[in-house]
C-alpha cells in the first residue's frame, strides 16, 4: 500500500514534534526520542495504511490547539496532546501505532532493552523445558469429561 | 471451456484440503479453484525487523484491514466481534495461532444432556478415527493422559513449558484447577518434512520455520502427488445448476479477471463460515431464488463466532514474551456444564505467554496504559516481557438472528457482492465471559501478576467462523445432511466450519478437518448411490 500523496511539509512538522511529545529522548535509559532523524525518516516511510488516519489526527491537533501544533510553546502541547488523547478514536489509535511500532524496531531502542536487533528468523530463541513434574497432580485426577448417551 | 471434472472443491483451506487429500484415492479427476495464492515462507513476517508491524498490515487479520487483492471485504460494522481470516493456500491455518483442542463428547449432545441448541446428528465416537488420521496428517504436538479427554495419543511431544508456562502451571496446582500442556499443530520434532519450531514466536501470521501446520504444507504436498489439481487466483462467483436442479459447476474469475465456467459431476464448498454462506447466497437463481441449498431458510443463519475475552497482567520478572510459539496450556476446569452457575455449557482457558516489543506498546497505548512523555520508558520497561495473558474461550450458541447476509452495496475487486455480518454476543454467554474473567483473575493473582486487565469490549476475534450452513437429518431444520450433503441439491457437499450445530468451547480447526476427512470418507463408501 503505498501513498500516491505525502504528508505536507507542516503536516511533517507537526508529526515529527508530536511524536517527539509522545516518546523524548531519555538519558536513564539512554534512548533517543521518537522524533530522532532516523526514526522519523522510519515513520513517514511506513505510515502506510494508517496514513489517512494520521493525517486526521495531526488536523485534529492543530484543530485542537488553533495553529500548527509546532507552533505551540511546550505547555499547550501537553494540553492539546492531552485533551487529543482523551478523544480517543481512530486518528490516536493511528497516530499512536504509526510512532510505536518504528520506534520500538530501533537498534538503539531494541539494545537498551536488552535485547538483539534482528528479526525472529533464522536463529529464533531458546525455550526452557520446564518442569514436568509439576503435572503430577493433574495426572491423578479422575476423567472429567462427561459420557454422553 | 473447461473439462469437466468429477470433484470440483472450492477453497483449499483447512476443510478443502483434507477433503481433496482424502477423496484422492479415488482416482477420480479432483480440482480446487482458490481465490488466493500460494504463500512463500520467506515472506512471511518474522524474516525482517518490520515483522510486528506487517501485523497491522499486510498480515492484519482483518481482511478489511489487510485488503490484499486476494481478500474479499466483510461487512462487520454490525456486529461487536469482527471478522479475521486468510485467503490463500491453506486458508486461515496459514493465519492461524495453532492451538489444536478437538471438541469434546458432549459438545455434540448439547440439547440431550443440558436442554439447549441441537444436539448433532453424529458424535465423538463417529469422528474419533478422523480426528486421529487428521492429527497425522497435520503433525500435533502433544502429551496423552489429559484427564478432561477420551485418551488420544498426539504424534509428537509438547512444546515446552518455559517460564511464563512452569507459571501458569504453578498457580493452577495452588487453585487445585486442571491444566494440561496444550496440543497444537507446532512441530517439536521433524515430521514429514517439516523443521521443528526454533521459538521465532510469531507462529499467528505465518511460520518462516515451516514448524507450524499449516495446509499448504501437509495436505497439500500429498493431494497433490496424488494427482489432485489446484488452480489458484481463481474466485468463485456462483455455483450453478442444471435443469434438474443438480450443481453442474462454478463460474469463477481467473487469475487474469477472465470469467469461466468450470464444469463438474460434484460440487464440494469449502470456503469457511463466511464465504461458504456468501458463496451459496450469491449462486441464486430462478430455481434456487433464496440462495441455493436454502429451502430451509438456514443458510447464513446461527453464525457462531466464539467470543473471546483476554485478561492479562504483569510480573515482576521477564518471561517467555514472544521469544516462543504463543501456545502453553490449557484448562478444561470450567469446561463442562455446571448446574451451580448463572449459564450452561463452558469455556477452555488458553494460557498464552505474552507479546512481541511492538505489539506490547501499542496495545500497552490504546488502553490507556502507557503514557507519553518521560515516563513512557519507565512505564513501559514495567510491562515489556512480563505480560501473562488467558484467553477465554466462550461456547457460542447458535441463534438464528446472527447471521450471514449479501451487503447491498460492499463488493469484491470482481464486482461480486460482499458479506454483511449481523452478531449480537447472548446473554448466556455474556454470564459465561464474566466467570470465566474471574477465574482468569484468580489464576493471574496466583501466578503473582499485578496491574490486571480484561479485554471486554474490544473481542479478540479468533478468526472461528460457524454454523452458517448446519448439518441435521431434518432439512426444514438444516442444510447438509449427517454427512455433509445438501438437502436440496444431492450432489453439492460442504465440509467447512459451517456445518457446525454448535461450536464446543474450543478452537474449531481440529473438529472441522476430521469433519471434512469424515465427509470424503462417507462420500468414498457410497460413491455408487452417492446422489440417491
Ligand atoms: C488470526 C487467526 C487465528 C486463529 N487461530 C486458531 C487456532 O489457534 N486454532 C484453531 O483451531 N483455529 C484458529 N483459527 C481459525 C482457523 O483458521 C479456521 O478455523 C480454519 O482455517 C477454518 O477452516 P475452513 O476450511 O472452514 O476455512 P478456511 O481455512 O478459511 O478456508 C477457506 C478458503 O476458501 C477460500 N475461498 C473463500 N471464498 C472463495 C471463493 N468464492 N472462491 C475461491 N476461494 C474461496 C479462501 O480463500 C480460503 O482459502 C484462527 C484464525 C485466524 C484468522
Redesign the pocket.
Known sequence: MQNEITLSAEETRDLRCVAGVMIPANAEFDVPGADDAAIFADIVASLGRDFADVRLALGRLAALGGSPFADLDETRRQAVAASFQAEAGAPLAALSRSVLQCYYRDDRVIHSLGMEPRPPFPKGHVLEQGDWSLLDPVRTRPKMWRDVP | MNEMVDVLI?????????AAWSLADTRMRILC????DWMKPSDFPSNGRDWEARRYADFD?SPNRRARD?D?PVNDDNSPMKV??????????????????RMHPSDFRVRTLDGVADDWPIDYATLEPFFAENDRMMGVSGLAGDPAYPPHQPPMPPLPLGKTGARYAKAMNKLGWHWWPSD??IATTEYDGRAPCINLGHC??GCAQGAKAS?DITYWPHAIRAGVELRTR????EITTNEHGMASGAI?YDADGVEQFQPAEVVIV???????P??LL?SASSRFPNGLANSSGLVGKNLMLHPWPQVFGYVDERVDGDRAPM?SIWSKEFYETDPNRDFVRGYTL?FTRGTGIVNEAITSAAAGRLPWGQDHHSTYRKLFHKRLQIGIACEDLPEEHNRVTLDPVLKDSHG?PAPRIDYVIAENCRRMMEHGIARAEEILTAAGATNLHAARVALN??????GTARMGDDPERSVVNAWGRSHDVKNLFI????IWVTSGG????????AL?LYVADSMKKRLATLFD
Open positions: 472450492i477453497g483449499s483451506g483447512a476443510s478443502g484440503a483434507a479453484l482458490e481465490q488466493g487479520i486476494t474479499y479475521a481470516n486468510f485467503n490463500a493456500v491453506g486458508g486461515g491455518t496459514v493465519m492461524y495461532t495453532a492451538h489444536y483442542p497444537t499443530t499467528t501470521p495446509t481463481c474466485r468463485v462467483r469463477y469449502a470456503c469457511n463460515g463466511i464465504g461458504t456468501r458463496l450469491n501456545l488458553q461480486i476475534s479468533p478468526g472461528h467462523l460457524l465440509v467447512d466450519g459451517s474450543v478452537n474449531p480447526t481440529s473438529t472441522i478437518q471434512a
